[in-house]
């Protein structure tokens, strides 16, 4: 299996603009995480799926964030309208069962100027 | 509430010395601990897990973990650290009733040649 997939690797946008993450997770997987990293925060939970559903979105910072799973294969992540303060490094991760290994994608690593 | 303590945030050790990564975690339940490893510009990839059974959990690259449920630490540790260790290593709960893992801010491993 390839992992977990995240795209874009970068991105540079400027404020006031949408800002689509998207993410394949491991084949099989039922369960996906998206995370936020930042130096200032650490790693943060935003929101997570269970069978393509959302379980609990109480990390997700604001209603400019919202993030959707339409199937089992695929995941987006998105900010409108986006701010400085949301330059960070975006995670998604897969796991099998909800006490299974997380498997981590490479990350986005998004700047908003 | 649970969380996650990781009293180093930078540790610095030579080449081939020992190190020990600390890590303690408040739960009044029963938790499943794990710690991931996250190289420069990378996802986290796990490293070693405790969910039962024997307290000293063996994990991949020589990496060894005692859990301890009287201190609730989950501190990691490696006789011999090489150059290429050097990343950021995280230490993660996972409440058995509960679907969310919690993770630590993180400690930064540097190897010194």
């Known amino acids: 299996d390839a992992g977990v997939i995240q795209s874009p690797r970068h991105e540079v946008t400027e404020m006031g603009q949408e800002v689509t993450l998207r993410c394949k997770p491991i084949?099989?997987?039922?369960?996906l995480f998206w995370y936020r990293q930042t130096m200032m925060r650490g790693l943060e939970l935003l929101i997570y799926?269970?069978?393509?559903?959302?379980?609990?979105d109480s990390g997700m910072p604001e209603d400019r964030f919202s993030a959707k799973m339409p199937n089992a294969s695929f995941s987006t992540l998105k900010i409108q309208p986006s701010e400085p303060r949301d330059s960070a490094v975006y995670f998604c991760?897969?796991?099998?069962?909800?006490?299974?290994?997380?498997?981590f994608g490479p990350g986005t690593r998004l700047l908003v100027l | 509430a649970q969380s996650v303590t990781q009293l180093d945030s930078q540790v610095p050790v030579f080449e081939e010395a020992p190190v020990e990564l600390r890590c303690n975690y408040s739960?009044?339940?029963?938790?499943?601990l794990f710690w991931y490893v996250q190289y420069p510009n990378q996802g986290l990839q796990l490293l070693l897990k405790?969910?039962?059974?024997?307290?000293l959990v063996k994990g991949i690259n020589g990496f060894e973990a005692e859990f301890n449920k009287s201190q609730t630490s989950f501190h990691l540790r490696k006789p011999s650290v090489h150059i290429s260790d050097t990343a950021e290593y995280f230490c993660?709960?996972?409440?058995?009733?509960?679907?969310?893992?919690?993770f630590g801010p993180g400690t930064s491993l540097s190897v010194i040649p």
């Open positions: 739960s009044s339940v029963s938790v499943y």
């Open positions: 993660a709960v996972h409440k058995t009733s509960y679907d969310k893992v919690i």
């Open positions: 405790y969910l039962s059974g024997s307290t």
């Open positions: 799926f269970n069978n393509n559903v959302p379980i609990d």
């Open positions: 991760a897969s796991s099998f069962g909800s006490k299974g290994d997380q498997y």
């Open positions: 084949s099989g997987h039922d369960y």
